[in-house]
């Protein structure tokens, strides 16, 4: 295919086009209209059951590191077990207020230094399934709360390196 090629002839007539009778810029282009003033937004102001709940929660989240410990000291391993299936409750119900979209900023910042006041608490666990079921719970919720941060603060497992070894302790 030639694309040198013309389509369609060109016609000069030749001469000038006279625009001396021309009034140039005499109607000048009509101005845009401003945005419209952005509309003040009004604060949010959360319905009452929705502060009760964060409260609750607030509350909730407060107490769970000195629950743990009374659960520790009361039925040991078991109880931090037993303990971490109530927390799995507490973490859906926390996960269902932020997907309704009314978990308040306090309830979040509570929630992440519950996590951290738990895995502080040093508990003298010998079962590592125990400790790993714990420390997924706390995964679990601040995976929920904050996506983007990675912690290393969590226990370490002591699997025995020698079963024959550990059975003799």
Known sequence: MDISTKQAETVDWGGEVDYS?????????????????????????????????????DFALKSAPN???????????LGVLAWCSEFSELIDALKQLGFEGNMFVSTRTQAL???????KLNLDIEMQIIVMYL??????????LDSDRQWDDYPKPKFPIDPNEYMKQ
Do not use: H
């Open 21 to 57: 009778g021309y009034e140039w810029f005499k109607d000048p282009p009509p101005r845009p209209e401003p945005p419209p003033q952005p509309t003040m937004m009004d604060n949010y102001v959360p319905q009452p059951g929705v502060i009760e709940q964060n409260e609750a929660f």
């Open 67 to 77: 629950v743990l410990y009374a659960r520790f000291k009361q039925f040991g391993q």
């Open 113 to 119: 230094k519950t996590c951290e006041d738990i895995l």
């Open 135 to 144: 420390s997924s719970q706390v995964a679990r919720l601040r995976r929920f």
